[in-house]
């Protein structure tokens, strides 16, 4: 079982930035792969990005390719969303997962835990 909580959501202007945090519980941290989806009202959840197990490997979505840096530390079992140059498009709420497996997984379906949640909203 693994346990996640996000944090870090807020208001922001169109081209600022936000970092987003995602604690993980469990011992087992290091060996998922660890994604970041969002979802808009009346939109589905959308894939964001996600890191391999390790931290080396990245996929991003190209909405937000160039502009969203995932990190991790598995010393701190946390995941971070670096958002820069938010646009009004970005606006959601953010969820971080975890899964077994390859990193490059864009598919929701295919995670297992998954935290509550943080509002991201961006002003124009």
């Known amino acids: 079982q693994v346990q996640l909580v996000e944090s870090g959501g807020g208001l922001v202007q169109t081209g600022g930035s936000l970092r987003l945090s995602c604690a993980a519980s469990?011992?087992?941290?290091?060996?998922?792969?660890m994604g970041w989806f969002r979802q808009a009202p009346g939109r589905k959840r959308d894939f964001v990005g996600s890191?391999?197990?390790?931290?080396?490997?990245?996929a991003y979505s190209d909405s937000v390719k160039g502009r969203f840096t995932i990190s991790r530390d598995n010393a701190r079992n946390t995941v971070w969303l670096q958002m820069n140059n938010l646009e009004p498009e970005d606006t959601a709420i953010y969820y971080c997962?975890?899964?077994?497996?390859?990193?490059?997984?864009?598919?929701?379906?295919?995670?297992?835990?998954w935290g509550q949640g943080t509002q991201v909203t961006v002003s124009s």
């Open positions: 469990g011992r087992t941290f290091s060996t998922y792969t």
């Open positions: 890191i391999s197990s390790t931290g080396p490997n990245t």
């Open positions: 997962a975890s899964k077994s497996g390859p990193f490059n997984s864009p598919n929701a379906e295919r995670y297992d835990y």
